[in-house]
T-cell receptor, first 114, second 111 residues
Framework: DSGVTQTPKHLITATGQRVTLRCSPR?????VYWYQQSLDQGLQFLIQ???????AKGNILERFSAQQFPDLHSELNLSSLELGDSALYFC?????????????FGPGTRLLVL | GQQVMQIPQYQHVQEGEDFTTYCNSS?????IQWYKQRPGGHPVFLIQ?????EVKKQKRLTFQFGEAKKNSSLHITATQTTDVGTYFC???????????FGTGTRLTIIP
């Protein structure tokens, strides 16, 4: 158990819909990262927040957005969903803001878009 | 843009045999991390390498960072069934601080 929690565990929705994935970092960690893992794309870095502020951006689509709240939990919003958005979405956390920091991954949210 | 390739994509070995996965970056890296993901699980941090030519060991696992800081390897001696999983490298690009995960090597063990 990494100490990072993610909800929900599974999500099934339809194309065009919007969903919100939630992540709580390890106690004391200020950085939260979001990743997308699909069979054909591997593990893709989406975005990082540090202490409430956006710190780094990866391959995140414009239909996706995220935020980190004052209590440091984070949400990833996916809108206008497409079939290709079906994937495993991981959240990770680290103590500091550097991208080279050790990251602790949560169990993931499996999203299926039908 | 930065690319991080891993080879092989898949590796099947007999239990007790050695295993090596290689990670190659198109750009110079500040550091490289290695993660292991068990089937159905999430990536778990193994180690970070920072210095050119660095070698680190964790029991049966040996990690190397190339002299040019553009490649790395993970070697497992005498594999065990507990080593099953996908091994990812993640390179932090020198300069723009972009973290890129490798494509992963999936290791299966034949008992």
């Amino acid at each position: 158990d990494s100490g990072v929690t993610q909800t929900p565990k599974h999500l099934i929705t339809a194309t065009g819909q919007r969903v919100t994935l939630r992540c709580s970092p390890r106690s004391g960690d200020l950085s939260v990262y979001w990743y997308q893992q699909s069979l054909d794309q591997g593990l893709q870095f989406l975005i990082q927040y540090y202490n409430g502020e956006e710190r780094a951006k990866g391959n995140i689509l414009e239909r996706f957005s995220a935020q980190q709240f004052p209590d440091l939990h984070s949400e990833l919003n996916l809108s206008s969903l497409e079939l290709g958005d079906s994937a495993l979405y991981f959240c990770a956390s680290s103590a500091r803001q550097g991208l080279g920091e050790t990251q602790y991954f949560g169990p993931g949210t499996r999203l299926l878009v039908l | 843009g930065q690319q991080v390739m891993q080879i092989p994509q898949y590796q099947h070995v007999q239990e007790g045999e050695d295993f090596t996965t290689y990670c190659n970056s198109s750009t110079t890296l500040s550091n490289i991390q290695w993660y292991k993901q068990r089937p159905g699980g999430h990536p778990v941090f193994l180690i970070q390498l920072v210095k050119s030519g660095e070698v680190k060991k964790q029991k049966r696992l040996t990690f190397q960072f190339g002299e040019a800081k553009k490649n790395s390897s993970l070697h497992i001696t005498a594999t065990q069934t507990t080593d099953v999983g996908t091994y990812f490298c993640a390179g932090l690009n020198f300069g723009n601080e972009k973290l890129t995960f490798g494509t992963g090597t999936r290791l299966t063990i034949i008992p």
